[in-house]
């Protein structure tokens, strides 16, 4: 069963059970309504979350020890299992930092690490991929592009230490994820017509990472994956482009083999294990219910970088199936990745899509997790998806009576197919 992001939001020991239990009804009913969602994924091996700890708390004894591990061209390596969007993104990294301490990574480096060169000395002098400020150097140091997301292996490295209330897989009660992460405050945008700066003006609303899971290696280290959908800001330029004043580039964006990625970051931050009291109105009771919100840490900056990419094209197969019900409800085709898995919807030109759900499962009928922010991608890790089954269901219907028991998509589905791969 997939998880929210709720689920994870700690309840303060000062609300009285009643107050919890209307949250949480309140939460329930959110989830219910809310499409878009980051699920939370949870260790299934009590012997790697024992071994995790134990490591963890070797690393926090001892920082000089952490200090030596070799980190940049091996974060993927290290952290793609502990993260919700999990794959073997080491496979065919572009890896465009190398640690000195670290032995010759797998993957490939097409690209060298951008940097501003001493026009005097003919020298080096700034990698562009390296950056300061603020107190807090981050560094991208790997990435991995499919044709539906972008992976980027970041390492932030704090002068003075995190606060000890960031690390909440050790320092907090009950925190079910088995990894950690930080928010970010971004903007982002690419060298692709439809999707450039001026395409992507800052606060206009357009999809951005906020936010990066991994884990910490001590104390002042933190190494982790943020995920890019391209799907997403593909749709957020097409819908854009539905304006006629835009050029006919912008409305018929695409990603090339190759492209840069531009992300500026301007915030890193986290909740602190201490809350300050505010209020909130009961959609439906509309009494004031007070709420204990987190306090933040914020270290703000300018980290701002030119990401160099290169799709791995050749990972991608597409079923082509083109078949719908006798009320126009169907599946156009559905696409996989060596990380997930999506399928195209189908509907009546008087449809809303958001009437309806997808639901994919594999090839020994278990239902797949999302995988990142967008509910209907889907992760492969782990799973036997060489032959998948797909299925279109009512929303509502899906999330009262379908979304626990995968026995019962079949016999409720308003369209099913069966999907091969090679």
Known sequence: MQNDKFDAIPIPEELNQAVRAGIKEGLRQRRKLCRRRTAFRYSAAAAGILAALC?????????????????????????????????RFSDDAEIYIKDGSSETPSGSEKHAAPSKSDNMAGKQTENLLV??????????????????????????????????????TKNMDGYLPDYDSLSLETNSYYNV?????????????????????????DDHTFTGIIRVSLDEDLRSSAAAGT????????????????????????????????????YATDPETHEQVALSEPLKKHYKGKWNFA???????????????????????????????????????????????YDYIVAICDADGKRLESQGDNAEVFSTYGRNTQTVYVYVCDYIKYMDELKGDDRKLAENALFETEVHFK
Do not use: H
């Open 131 to 168: 950056q300061t400020s603020g107190g807090l150097t981050v560094t991208v140091s790997e990435t991995n592009c499919s044709a539906q997301a972008l992976y980027l292996a970041l390492c932030i490295e704090n002068e003075e230490a995190f606060p000890a209330d960031f690390i909440k």
């Open 243 to 278: 304006d006629t004043t835009l050029s006919s580039d912008k409305k018929n964006t695409a990603f090339p083999a190759e492209f840069i990625y531009y992300l500026e970051i301007s915030d890193i931050y986290a909740d602190l294990l201490q809350y300050e009291e505010t």
């Open 193 to 217: 017509p439809g999707l450039t700066k001026k395409d992507r003006p800052a606060g206009g609303g357009y999809p951005t990472p906020y936010y990066i899971e991994g884990q910490f290696v």
């Open 307 to 353: 990401i160099p990419v290169s799709m791995n094209k050749g990972s991608v197969q597409t079923v082509n199936i083109n078949r719908k019900n006798e009320n126009g409800v169907g599946i156009g085709s559905v696409e996989k990745t060596n990380f997930e898995i999506k399928a195209e919807l189908l509907l009546p030109e008087d449809a809303q899509p």
């Open 55 to 87: 490591a963890g708390m070797l690393l926090a004894s001892n920082p000089v020890l952490a200090a030596k591990l070799p980190l940049i061209g091996r974060i993927f390596s290290l952290v793609q299992e502990k993260v919700s969007y999990k794959g």
